[in-house]
């Protein structure tokens, strides 16, 4: 699931509850902080990182002023490979209801899922997108391993001497953390030594 989302302090807590809730229902969260800079360019890379995934996430809500275009850039390379390939779905995400509609207004009644800027209800966002009823996990136990995930991000932007959470090494053990966690609180199935996931 490739995560195309602000990189900035304020959307920590956000960007947590995306990486908590697709773990728990057994998805890779992926983005561009995967991507090492060799000077190959950014865009080929980028693309190739969304073709390995069948589905993306696009928070557009810093897509008004200032803008920030990088994010409608990997939209519209989402949507063409949506085109093309036919294989990769793009779920929209925003933080106000029908701003949407004036800052893309190529995507007018696009459906969109609106999270109003709250970790539970971006839970119940991707749930609403990825879940498949009986075996969903419970919101409230997903919110709960993201308030534990939080606390452990911050450790480790720490141990990191980072600011922010957006750096490969931060994000690597983010997710390793996150694993680790839901495997703990048993929103994840055990996986015995030399078994993979």
């Known amino acids: 699931m490739f995560l ?3 990189y900035d302090r304020a959307y920590e807590r956000l960007f947590v509850a995306l ?4 773990i728990v229902l057994g998805r890779k969260p ?3 902080l995967e991507l090492p800079d060799f000077g190959q360019g950014r865009p080929d890379r980028i693309l190739g990182l969304l073709r390995s995934c069948r589905m993306s996430f696009h928070d557009l809500s810093r897509a008004d002023t200032p803008a920030r275009l990088n994010m409608a850039f990997e939209l519209g390379l989402a949507y063409a490979l949506r085109e093309l390939r036919g294989a990769h779905d793009v779920v929209l995400l925003e933080v ?3 701003r949407l509609d004036r800052t893309l207004s190529d995507l007018k009644k696009a ?3 609106v999270y109003e800027g709250k ?7 991707v749930l609403d997108v990825l879940g498949e009823g009986a075996s969903d996990p ?3 136990a997903v919110l ?3 308030r534990r995930l939080m606390c452990t991000a911050q450790d480790i932007k720490a141990r990191y001497a980072r600011e922010t959470l957006f750096y490969a090494a931060v994000y690597r053990a983010v997710l390793g953390a996150g694993t680790t966690l839901a495997r703990k609180a048993g929103l994840l199935p055990v996986v015995s030594p030399g078994q993979s996931m």
Not at 119 to 125: A, H, N, R, T, W
């Open 4 to 6: 195309n989302v602000p």
């Open 19 to 22: 990486v908590a809730v697709l």
């Open 30 to 32: 992926r983005c561009t």
């Open 96 to 98: 106000k209801p029908y």
């Open 111 to 113: 459906d969109h899922h």
């Open 119 to 125: 970790p539970g209800v971006v839970i119940s966002c």
């Open 138 to 140: 419970d919101p409230e």
């Open 144 to 146: 709960a391993l993201y």
